[in-house]
RNA sequence: CGGGGCAUAGCGCAGCCCGGUAGCGCGGAAGUUUUGGGUACUUCAGGUCGCAGGUUCGAAUCCUGCUGCCCCGACCA
């Protein structure tokens, strides 16, 4: 896309994380007796499911309103963690990051006509000047007039954008903490094409992207035909993690429980293998309750069936013209005419995935980061504050993983180990290290894999070499 | 948006029916104790009883209105 002037001058492209929400700490080691970490030990009552409770009980958020919340620390580092992914992600596949504001005008949405369209659902506020403005639910009509402002020649084209941002729909009944929150954090991509073969290659390259990002998150992602709903459009998947605790029905073949993920050596230009991937992964029976054909399903080898609950990462559409035509929104063709552009849009909510995941990873004891998006890698505890031999252990390991800059959480309070151990279990990062005097009597620490349970007597150099440190000698 | 419920200390709750100036557990602070799976005990701090009216000598308690939140359903990333 070389067509459009204006580079901003002193800033470079960047895929620095600061420059949208959220924006993490960079800190990679935090002592646990300086952190903010509110543990809750009692569950609140208003948290229905696992995913809720586990998220306020670790001081993960905080709820604000219906259906409004704010991430305390811990959480952030979660939700960062996961919108990093996404964006390296979206970068990969050749979108491009922007970033719009969540206040919009109301004229923009009366160019497209959703001003009248939208319901309740969209709020709307008045500027101090009466305006009417609102508070944006979406961004099809914004990113639309930023495109018709700027391209007027196929030869910009493809160009896809997108923003990670909060958005605000006014939901009659928020639950399940930020599953279905009113605001929540959306990564929106929007892809503008000239034709609609052109605009099908962009919908399969995010496509692929989606499987990416998924399976980076150590999610299984299964694409089902979708209804398009106020988008509006023609092609749509819904991205789906099964879970048993999900809000819907869904049915699709268990092959794909197993597939693999597209390479990260994919080429997103190669259109036949970009189309060969899609038409894999939408080759079997695969559908939520509302697309459920009984007679095709039930056609499948019985063990071939997967009847089970899912829940909504990620959505995808193509809708053609419908906000290029109406809001004009149009292009110079090779063939001298002009042609409103194609466009698609697509979406993941890494809030939602926050608790998605917390759904799909937890156990009686708490929740159980995977590696990729855990707001720590390593919680080391100190199970004897103030015993020499224990601080020191901890200060050499504490150190060396510092400097090898992995993600480290140092419980140095002075608690019972018994509340330590709760904790770390809660918090679910993937490693814990445990320095005790009963251990490090023999030389050793205990390193605990929180998935598993597996415990292991190591020493305190191998246990830092396990987690990429180095020991000093 | 229909139906139901709740609002008392940071969290979970009792007290309300039958009005008399607020209590328990957890958590917090101080201390003793304990030292590998949320130890036990002692002391302390912490509440305009959601808000506004009304009834009454007196309201957390009875009445009216409002607000907020939760649950079921319909709806939805």
Redesign the pocket.
């Known amino acids: 896309m070389g067509g459009v002037s204006g580079h901003l001058p002193g800033r470079p492209p960047s895929r620095r994380r600061l420059d949208s929400p959220p924006q993490p700490s960079s800190r990679v080691k935090m002592r646990l007796s300086r952190y903010f970490l ?11 499911i696992v995913s ?1 409770r586990l998220m306020l ?1 670790a001081g993960m958020i905080r ?1 604000e ?4 919340y704010a991430w305390l620390p811990f959480g952030l580092r979660a939700l960062a963690k996961i919108t990093q992914i996404v964006r390296e992600e979206q970068d990969r596949s050749g979108a491009l990051e922007l970033l719009m504001p969540t206040i919009q005008s109301a004229d923009l949405w009366r160019e497209s006509g959703r001003y009248d369209d939208y319901g ?2 969209m709020l709307r506020i008045k500027d101090r000047h009466e305006r009417d403005m609102l508070f944006g639910p979406t961004n099809e009509e914004m990113i639309t007039e930023i495109f018709r402002a700027y391209v007027r020649s196929y030869k910009d084209l493809p160009l896809n954008l997108y923003h990670i941002q909060w ?1 605000f ?1 006014d ?6 903490g ?7 954090l ?1 990564k929106d991509a929007y892809s503008f094409d000239l034709d609609a073969e052109g605009a099908r290659h962009s919908y399969n390259k995010m496509f692929v992207a989606y499987l990416r990002t998924f399976s980076r998150l150590g999610l299984t992602a299964i694409p089902m035909v ?2 398009t ?3 509006g459009g023609k092609l749509s998947h ?1 991205f789906i993690i099964l879970a048993s605790t999900g ?2 029905e869904v049915y699709c073949h268990k092959d794909y429980l197993s597939f693999a993920p597209p390479s990260e050596t994919i080429d997103f230009d190669d259109k036949a293998a970009v189309q060969a991937i899609v038409d894999r992964w939408t080759s079997l029976y695969a559908a939520t309750s ?1 697309k459920h054909d009984a007679a095709a399903f039930a056609a499948l080898p019985e063990a071939a069936r997967v009847s089970a609950r899912g829940i ?4 995808i559409f193509y809708f053609g013209t419908k906000y290029s035509e109406p809001m004009k929104a149009l292009v110079s063709g090779p063939d001298g005419k002009e042609h409103a552009v194609h466009g698609g849009s697509y ?1 993941i ?1 890494p ?2 995935l926050a608790a998605a995941l917390i759904e799909a990873n937890h156990d009686e ?2 929740m159980i980061w995977p590696e990729a998006v855990a707001p720590f890698k390593i919680g080391l505890a100190n ?2 504050i103030g015993d020499s031999a224990t601080d020191a252990a901890c200060g050499r390991i504490y150190a060396a993983l510092e400097k090898a800059g992995v993600d480290t959480l140092y419980d140095d309070r002075d ?12 918090i679910g990062l993937p490693h ?1 290290v ?7 009597a023999e030389g ?3 390193v ?1 894999e929180r998935r598993s ?1 597996a ?1 292991e007597l190591v020493s305190v150099e191998d246990a830092i070499r396990r987690f990429g440190g180095k020991t000093e000698n």
């Open positions: 509110p543990i809750l030990r009692e569950t609140p009552k208003e948290a229905e809720h009980r709820q309103a219906a259906g409004i309740k659902e958005k729909r939901e009659v009944r928020p639950r399940f930020v599953m279905r929150s009113r605001e929540f959306m979708a209804e709903g106020p988008i819904e809000e819907s509302e909504e990462v990620g959505h979406g909510g809030t939602r004891a708490g199970l004897k608690e019972r180990p018994g509340a330590k151990f709760a904790t770390l279990d809660l814990q445990l320095v005790g005097p009963r251990s490090l050793k620490v205990e605990k349970g415990r």
